[in-house]
């Protein structure tokens, strides 16, 4: 690793922040708190306060009676876009310190921080149109003694549970989305990475949102996450994060059968042919499982490729792996940043030793980096990997590839989808035809055709089987936060039915 002198500084002491209800600040008081330790450099950066299930319940409340006086939904589409748009432009304006403070809780590089809030910002301008465009439907065909309309409701008051590997991302491809349909949120980041989140809630309030339609809750997902989860008085529950707690989630929801959105994790192949371009195939596939330093539920971890130039293309992927520019997360010319924690640390490198027990062989990378502070690992390649081991089939969320060959396109896609998850798969061919073969018969809710982990807010996100629920993001992602009435307006006299 490079031993780089950060172009940014470390804070002298960490940023304390409080909480977020009713549009203004509350400030810690006597609840505990937690301190977050910038994985890149073991300093503490931030203090977070841990709330308690009263906090959850009062922000509940806040958020219940900001949905029922409609003080947000009962605004024109053109209104909810206005404060849409200043929300972007306020991302814009603090972008650097949104950057800043995401490196530092996260771990990632800074650049790949940047990019992610410009990308945000996007996304809330996308979704001002959206909230202009959402409409329903009509059904002029009952008859000349009715007419039928189709209404889109928000559907209320939105519980939102959101990961630590793209927090501030993430949350905007949420927010909007449910702003747009007119609901109010009581959102809960990771414990880990709460800060974007709580500076979001700050511009959402200086771009004109009326106080009480977006409220943070911080603290741990065991209590605050799981009490939103079971609350009764929210209508929907939208969590990203794991398989595991997903399914407590869902089971918690049955409280009061409120919806459930989930997006969960992946196992994502990338499946390269001989006739690739290889050298553009490898660079994605680099590409696909560093970002993020394989923190990412699209992370592209299952290298399939055709076995007649499977050396090959080995050859070229660990070529890239030492190419690619591991370093201080504040550095801008860092790629690969740090692993989020200590326990995840260890999680990964147990994958891989898990991995050589089982008989893959290290192809390269396999262990940590020694830094004088925090958690680095080397891009790792494991060759040789049989698609019922376990670094074939559970999520490692590093950045370690396992590559299993293939002799046809049949037993490509078999072992694409011989898989509990279904989030997201890429083809590599210069064929069109087998790639539009694969892609139709691939498990997946996220694709891409030579290329990969890339897209815009117009397009949906989700996942198959055991990789979540619902979709996010595009028009799809606004309706998924609305309720459907059917209105039947009877025309003329009515055929009496007594006498
Ligand atoms: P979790 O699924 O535990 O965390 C995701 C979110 O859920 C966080 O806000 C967390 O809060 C919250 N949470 C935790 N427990 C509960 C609960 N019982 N009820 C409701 N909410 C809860 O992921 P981890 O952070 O523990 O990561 C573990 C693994 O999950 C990773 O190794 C990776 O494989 C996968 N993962 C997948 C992600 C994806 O995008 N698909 C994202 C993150 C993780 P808190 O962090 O405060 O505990």
Redesign the pocket.
Known sequence: MDTISPSLSLPDSPREFGFYVGGRWIERGLRKHMERVSPGHDIPVTRITLCTKDDLDDAVRVARRAFKDRRWSGLSGTGRADVLLKAAAGIRERAEEIAYWETLETGKAISQARNEVDGAASIYEYCAGTARSLHGDTFNNLGDKMLGLVTREPIGVVGL??????PFF?LAERIPFMLAAGCTIVA??????SASALIMAEILTKAGLPDGVFNVVT????E???A??AHMDIDMIS????????R??LL?SSSNFKKVGL????KSPQIVFADANLDEAADGVVFGVCFNAG???VSGSRLLVERSIAEKFERLVVEKFAKVRIGDPLDPRTQLGAI?SPA?NE?ILGYIKKGEEEGARIACGGKAIGTKAGRFIHPTLLSGVSNTMAVARE???GPVLSSIPFDSLEEAVELANDNDYG?AASVWTSNIDKALQVIRSVQAGRTWVNTTITGGPEMPIGGFKQ?GTGRETGVYGVEEYTEIKSIHIAIGRREPWVG
């Open positions: 549970i959101i990961p630590w590997n793209f993430i809960k980041p990771s414990e880990l990475t603290g741990t997902g065991p605050v996450g799981q939103m989860a969590f990203t994060g794991s398989t595991v707690t997903g407590n989630v918690a997006e969960l994790g992946g923190q990412c539920c989020v995840h999680k999520e490692i969320f989030l990789s």
